[in-house]
């Protein structure tokens, strides 16, 4: 619906304005997608960091361990800087040509290489992939990166994202959709914001909860104590 002109936001990678403005532009000449910068509201300003990773890959337990060993050592081997640029760039004269110093996808790299091609790999940091569009200039991509450097000073990521508690995984299903529920209601008006505080406020106090936020301050002590020697 976005690339059709019919969505006005959308959550999703900084680098699709290049290629989703152009199907846009298809439809709507003067249409442009734009990342908005972090949003300041009464409590400062809030931009949720992803956390680096998306997906999983998953080995049978009945996998023999030396067949084990041999795929994670395949998946560190795709973590090179070598492989990782071949992933998301293909091969010189082939998918890319070198302009202003910068790799640019030609037709048929736009065409190839995109993240179904990645999916095989397990790539290796790149600071700015989800960013930089290879089939945009180097002045283009430049101008992206400037655009959205705030989110890196002012974003912080959501440590649910990845802490775990067993009491979580097993009481939360039974609250979720209903959550869901009330903040469908609270954004459209359907109930005041004062009782969706209330409705928190009374999952909070559950005793299943605060058993998952014990569980979950506990998983988060050795970040915590690296944050503080990062400080």
């Known amino acids: 619906m976005l690339r059709s002109g019919r969505l006005a936001s959308y ?3 900084i680098y699709r304005d290049f290629p989703w403005t152009e199907d846009i532009k298809k439809i709507q000449p003067e249409g442009e997608l734009m990342t908005l910068p972090p ?7 809030t931009a949720q960091l992803a956390v680096g990773s998306s997906g999983a890959f998953y080995i049978s337990k009945k996998v023999p361990e030396e067949k084990v060993m041999e795929i994670l050592h395949y998946f560190e081997k795709t973590a090179s800087e070598e492989l990782t640029e071949l992933a998301y760039y293909g091969i010189e004269g082939v998918h890319h040509e070198i302009k202003d110093g910068m790799k640019v996808l030609n037709d048929l790299g736009t065409e190839q290489i995109n993240t179904t091609s990645m999916q095989p790999f397990t790539p290796g940091y790149k600071k700015w992939a989800e960013v930089h569009y290879p089939g945009a200039s180097k002045e283009e991509n430049l101008a992206k990166q400037e655009e ?9 990521q959501n440590p649910f994202d990845w802490l775990y508690s067993s009491t979580w995984v097993d009481v939360w299903p039974n609250y979720q959709s209903e959550f869901d529920s009330k903040v469908t209601q609270a954004i459209v008006g359907d109930i005041s914001m004062d009782d969706f505080r209330a409705y928190v406020e009374g999952l909070r106090n559950d005793a299943q909860i605060k058993q998952a936020f014990l569980e979950f301050a506990e998983a988060y ?11």
């Open 11 to 13: 959550t999703y990678s």
């Open 39 to 45: 949003l300041e509201g009464p409590g400062g300003y």
């Open 148 to 156: 959205v450097a705030g989110y890196e000073k002012l974003g912080k």
């Open 221 to 231: 002590e050795p970040y915590k104590e690296r944050e503080l020697q990062l400080d």
